[in-house]
């Protein structure tokens, strides 16, 4: 059924760490979380953001790649063997069922973004090559929507995307990404210092932070979404940090590798509001108005930015490209989840697999280019409360209710199903004594499951935590 372990691959060193963060930071930090932060008004959503990220999403971080290097399995294995050696029933299996169908789902639209950044990317060479008007600037908002609303355009670069995706995950997970990201997401984390340095010296940096800590009322949807949110950030909740895991050596730390992963991934999310927030704020509130603080704010506030800089004519190309590196090492993660289970549990070669995969994660994902303007039928489309379009309802499923759901079983599993012995000796496997155990043990018991489904509880029941 499954393959034997060394028949798998297997990261170097740093190459796990390398990896994870590869996975975890990309257009979740990036074009997400700052679009996301904005809507709900700062503050209060960050902060509930942190908390999940401390109380929920570290433990559940340790607990995946303990999952996954324990069995050398993808999700579906991971969860039969454990289940089966403790003698529990089988339908822990559908919790790696859920990850891969929450996988395929991020990634058919996740893709549609990821494609804008390549589009940002050569429109920035046009742009620092041809010169960058005060025209150019005042057009940002309406330049990123009609953009979105082209659907040979929409539909040219998530094709692309899913092409360099399939690419490198026929090539193998370690000697595809291991390499790549080394190199790229070091100078990404370079760069956004860079520009957090300059936010400091534009005069909107206050009133940028003001709004990034003023703690005001959050709607219970406001809750949900900064949950979800953390767990979209830190690739949780469908058994990708299993895969990953699954290909960890027994030298490394686990507790080490996750602790860094999270803190990583933090990071990066807030450098992005730092700088987005500092340039929205550094702008007339009309001009603000033209210019869009919505799902574009990353593709309209930076080559404001760059454009106005020093240097600005070279960093804004390399900026796009770096963000459309960051996409590719997540949607690697994404589109690895699916194709080991078919390797894994059904038989098929990589090369087979990986293309089938993609095809269909293609299609699907062609409906959801199209639901930003350029179809009219699938724009407005609502299925449930006041989402609108196929782009917007899947993230939405995938982001607040797949995610969290699949993390809850999660933590459920490795807290009461795994006996302590097994799970002490992962997490001392290649780190020595883990003195926190117990704590981490019960936070996987109670506090995450409880948190959750208090929170999915409370917003289908209509309640509303002002
Ligand atoms: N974490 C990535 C981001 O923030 C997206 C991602 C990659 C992801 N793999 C995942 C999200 C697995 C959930 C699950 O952009």
């Known amino acids: 059924m499954s393959a034997p372990a060394d028949s798998r691959g297997t990261f170097g060193r740093l190459g796990f760490v390398v990896a994870a963060t590869g996975s975890a930071v990309g257009l979740g930090n990036l074009w997400k979380f700052p679009y996301m932060t904005y809507a709900n008004e700062g503050g209060s959503f960050v902060l509930v953001y942190l908390v999940a990220v401390a109380l929920i999403g570290a433990p559940l971080m340790a607990a995946e790649i303990l999952v996954g290097r324990h069995t050398r399995q993808s999700p579906v294995g991971a969860f039969a063997q454990l289940a089966g050696e403790a003698s529990r029933s089988r339908g822990w299996v559908l919790v790696g069922w859920l990850g891969i169908a929450a996988g395929a789902v991020i990634l058919s639209y996740y893709s549609v973004v990821a494609g804008w950044t390549v589009y940002y990317f050569i429109r920035c060479i046009r742009w620092s090559l041809g010169g960058f008007t005060p025209d150019d600037a005042a057009s940002l908002g309406a330049v990123f929507g009609d953009f979105v609303g082209n659907g040979a355009l929409q539909v040219g670069f998530h094709a692309l995307f899913i092409v360099l995706t399939v690419g490198v995950v026929i090539g193998g997970v370690q000697a595809g990404i291991e390499r790549a990201t080394k190199i790229l997401m070091p100078t990404l984390g370079l760069l956004l210092l ?78 992005a509001c730092f700088v987005m927030f500092t340039i929205i704020f550094s702008i007339s509130a009309a001009e603000r108005e033209t210019l869009g603080a919505g799902a574009g704010i990353l593709f309209t506030t930076l080559p404001r930015m760059f454009y106005e800089m020093p240097g600005g004519l070279i960093l804004a190309p390399l900026f796009f490209f770096l963000v459309a590196a960051a996409a590719l090492s997540s949607t690697i993660s994404l589109l690895e989840v699916i194709v080991a289970y078919f390797i894994d549990n059904r038989g098929w070669g990589r090369t087979r697999a990986t293309i089938a995969v993609g095809a269909v994660i293609f299609a699907v994902g062609v409906l959801c280019a199209l639901s930003l303007g350029a179809n009219p039928t699938l724009t407005e489309l609502t299925l449930v409360g006041e989402t609108q379009g196929i782009f917007n309802i899947l993230d939405y499923a995938a982001a607040n209710w797949l995610l969290p759901l699949g993390g809850l079983f999660t933590c459920l599993f490795v807290g009461w199903v795994l006996s302590d012995a097994l799970t002490r000796g992962e997490l001392e496997a290649g780190h020595g004594v883990f003195r926190f155990h117990g704590p981490w043990k019960w936070a996987l018991r109670v506090i995450c499951p409880l948190a959750v489904s208090a929170i999915l509880i409370a917003v289908m029941t209509g309640y509303s935590f002002n």
Do not use: C, K, W
């Not at 909107?204 to 953390?230: K, N, W, Y």
């Open 194 to 271: 860079a520009l957090v340095i300059n936010s400091f010296f534009q005069p909107g940096f206050d009133e940028a932070m003001r709004h990034l800590f003023h703690f005001g009322p959050i709607s219970g949807t406001g809750v949900l979404e900064a949950v979800g949110q953390s767990f979209f950030s830190l690739s949780l909740g469908m058994g990708a940090m299993i895969t990953y895991g699954s290909y960890v050596s027994r030298e490394n730390s686990v507790p080490r590798s996750a602790a860094l992963v999270v803190a990583f991934d933090t990071l990066v999310g807030l450098m």
